[in-house]
């Protein structure tokens, strides 16, 4: 039998589950500006995932590159969610704009 698939569909799981909180956080946190961070982690995720000889583990490592670059869109997309009233704001944070 043949594992891989199953493996690899359920790291992409975890991956997206993991990263959808750390979106939240990041723009509680932080807002918006630090979206160069995910930036450099999805380039360098997808760099090594090059240079991997296994399949599953360049595959795994390319998704979470690209789960990355797709927190980039998410990060500003939070930050609408909240000025909606969707997610509570940060009152510490005074560059707010809603």
Not at 20 to 46: D, N
């Amino acid at each position: 039998m043949n594992y891989e698939g199953i493996i690899v569909g359920f790291a992409t799981f975890l991956i997206i589950g993991i990263f959808h909180p750390i979106v939240i956080k990041a723009e509680y946190h932080l807002g918006k500006s630090c979206w160069w961070v995910f930036l450099l982690f999805g380039i360098a995720f997808g760099i090594w995932s090059l240079f991997i000889d296994d399949l599953v583990c360049a595959t795994i490592t390319g998704v979470t590159a690209f789960s990355c670059f797709w927190s980039i869109h998410e990060l500003f997309e939070q930050e609408k969610r909240v000025g909606r009233g969707w997610f509570p704001s940060n009152p510490k944070k005074k560059d707010r704009k809603s």
